[in-house]
């Protein structure tokens, strides 16, 4: 019996050893390739301390039978199961994957939105798969999502992500009794649900939850829940959901936080299903095409920083400039250039010039230099006086009126005067 791990260079069911991936407490991922077909894998060794349990094979060889039962392209690939006893190894191989997880990622920032969303959707998507098969990850985090090339940020045609390690995943057809201590939480602490921090089983809306949490991350570059694993868990088991703020140029923002605080609900049954979470980073997806399809902006729509000591006089620059002296004229002398029989004339509504003015100073004083100038210069200005033709027809109309109704009322009162009592 052998009690070291695997070395470079050994040969195991055919795959010769190249390299160290990683390496963990419980099991060590390595870089191979098969000797007859010269194909790359990866080899996940168990670790020879546990070899000898039965619980930790039994639970090893779980995970490779579920991986193998559950496809889809954005799941890892599961070749073969090895146990053998000279040396003892018990370990399976999968196809191997080059690209950096999503925490290499996060280690130099939030990603894009495109980025971030893109990667969520291709997760709801296998975990669609996963739970149709009865089957609960329990450790969806970003160091279990790897991409299959390197991120890049110039392309809108982001990479395709894998979802790994079921180590710790559950099944609807085996006994996770039998497989888990009494007392155990399994999971990362960062990423499990309130009712893993409970102790209680682990459901399809656990998954949700913690695939809301790296969402969260993804776009803000920070994790709901920092800290060391006693703060976590016990900020985990307060009754409301965490707080948090998603940069304001994210698509959809008012819809994708309101679905985010559901899918951190403590309470698995107020969390939406994958199907309303896909919907949302779809729809959120689409406004990202729209936004980089829109026309660009036209060169001549600047914005003017406008003082609010210079404010009174800025419009009328403007309209002087493009106008020139003809409107300031009329708003000062409206009749002065009317003929005395002309009548009143009709102002046309003027071109105003595509501008955007921000106010340095308070805003109900921009606003009301705002309602000056529109009524100073887009109202149309009346007539100050009236002309001297014009009040005499109006004077000679009013008589004229009196008189007639005079008239009626006296030949109303002699007919009436005739008619027998």
């Given at each position: 019996?052998?009690s070291?791990m695997?070395?470079?260079?050994?040969?195991?069911?055919?795959?010769?050893?190249?390299?160290?991936?990683?390496?963990?407490?419980?099991?060590?991922?390595?870089?191979?390739?098969?000797?007859?077909?010269?194909?790359?894998?990866a080899?996940k060794?168990?670790s020879?301390w546990?070899?000898?349990?039965?619980?930790?094979v039994?639970r090893?060889?779980?995970?490779?039978r579920?991986?193998?039962?559950?496809q889809?392209?954005n799941?890892?690939?599961?070749?073969d199961?090895?146990?053998q006893s000279?040396p003892?190894?018990?370990?399976?191989?999968?196809?191997?994957?080059?690209?950096?997880?999503?925490?290499q990622?996060?280690?130099?920032?939030?990603?894009?939105?495109?980025?971030a969303?893109?990667?969520?959707?291709?997760l709801?998507e296998?975990?669609?798969?996963?739970?149709k098969?009865?089957?609960?990850?329990?450790?969806?985090?970003?160091?279990?999502?790897i991409?299959?090339?390197?991120?890049d940020?110039?392309s809108?045609?982001?990479?395709?992500?894998?979802?790994?390690?079921?180590?710790?995943?559950?099944?609807?057809n085996?006994?996770d009794?039998?497989l888990?201590?009494?007392?155990?939480i399994?999971g990362?602490?960062?990423?499990?649900?309130?009712?893993?921090?409970?102790?209680?089983?682990?459901v399809?809306?656990?998954?949700?939850?913690?695939?809301?949490?790296?969402l969260v991350?993804m776009?803000?570059?920070?994790a709901?829940?920092?800290?060391?694993a006693?703060?976590?868990?016990?900020?985990?088991?307060?009754?409301?959901?965490?707080?948090?703020?998603?940069?304001?140029?994210?698509?959809?923002?008012?819809?994708?936080?309101?679905?985010?605080?559901?899918?951190?609900?403590?309470?698995?049954?107020?969390?939406p299903?994958?199907?309303?979470?896909?919907?949302t980073?779809?729809?959120?997806?689409?406004?990202?095409?729209?936004?980089?399809?829109?026309?660009?902006?036209?060169?001549?729509?600047?914005?003017?920083w406008?003082?609010d000591?210079?404010?009174d006089?800025?419009?009328?620059?403007?309209?002087?400039?493009l106008?020139?002296?003809?409107?300031a004229?009329?708003?000062?002398?409206?009749?002065?250039?009317?003929?005395e029989e002309?009548?009143?004339?009709?102002?046309?509504?003027?071109?105003?010039?595509?501008?955007?003015?921000?106010?340095?100073?308070?805003?109900h004083?921009?606003?009301?230099?705002?309602?000056s100038?529109?009524?100073?210069?887009?109202v149309?200005?009346?007539?100050?006086?009236l002309?001297?033709?014009?009040s005499?027809?109006?004077?000679?109309?009013?008589?004229?009126?009196?008189?007639?109704l005079v008239?009626?009322?006296?030949?109303?009162?002699?007919?009436?005067?005739?008619?027998?009592?």
């Amino acid at each position: 019996m052998s009690s070291r791990m695997p070395q470079v260079g050994e040969v195991l069911a055919g795959y010769q050893i190249d390299r160290l991936i990683a390496h963990g407490g419980m099991s060590s991922v390595f870089a191979a390739h098969h000797l007859a077909l010269s194909r790359p894998a990866a080899i996940k060794c168990l670790s020879p301390w546990l070899t000898h349990e039965p619980t930790a094979v039994a639970r090893f060889l779980r995970e490779a039978r579920i991986i193998s039962h559950v496809q889809h392209p954005n799941l890892i690939e599961v070749y073969d199961y090895v146990q053998q006893s000279s040396p003892n190894r018990v370990a399976m191989v999968m196809e191997l994957l080059e690209g950096p997880t999503v925490a290499q990622l996060l280690d130099r920032g939030p990603l894009r939105s495109l980025d971030a969303l893109n990667i969520s959707l291709q997760l709801c998507e296998a975990l669609s798969v996963v739970h149709k098969a009865g089957v609960v990850h329990r450790d969806i985090k970003p160091e279990n999502v790897i991409l299959m090339r390197p991120l890049d940020t110039s392309s809108n045609n982001p990479p395709r992500v894998k979802l790994i390690d079921f180590g710790v995943a559950s099944s609807e057809n085996t006994d996770d009794a039998i497989l888990t201590i009494d007392g155990t939480i399994l999971g990362t602490p960062a990423y499990m649900a309130p009712e893993q921090v409970a102790g209680d089983p682990a459901v399809a809306a656990s998954d949700i939850y913690a695939l809301a949490e790296l969402l969260v991350e993804m776009l803000t570059g920070k994790a709901l829940f920092p800290g060391h694993a006693v703060a976590i868990l016990r900020a985990k088991s307060m009754p409301n959901p965490p707080n948090f703020t998603l940069p304001i140029d994210t698509p959809l923002r008012s819809e994708l936080s309101y679905l985010l605080s559901r899918s951190l609900s403590p309470y698995p049954q107020q969390r939406p299903c994958l199907a309303e979470l896909s919907v949302t980073i779809e729809h959120a997806l689409k406004e990202l095409h729209r936004r980089a399809t829109a026309p660009e902006v036209e060169e001549d729509e600047e914005i003017t920083w406008v003082e609010d000591s210079e404010a009174d006089g800025f419009y009328e620059q403007i309209i002087a400039d493009l106008h020139g002296d003809s409107i300031a004229t009329q708003k000062s002398t409206p009749v002065a250039n009317y003929a005395e029989e002309a009548e009143t004339p009709v102002l046309q509504p003027l071109n105003l010039p595509k501008l955007k003015v921000v106010p340095a100073g308070p805003e109900h004083l921009f606003a009301d230099r705002m309602d000056s100038f529109h009524h100073d210069f887009l109202v149309p200005p009346m007539p100050a006086r009236l002309s001297i033709a014009q009040s005499r027809r109006r004077v000679f109309g009013a008589w004229a009126h009196w008189c007639l109704l005079v008239t009626m009322v006296m030949v109303a009162g002699a007919y009436l005067s005739q008619l027998p009592l």
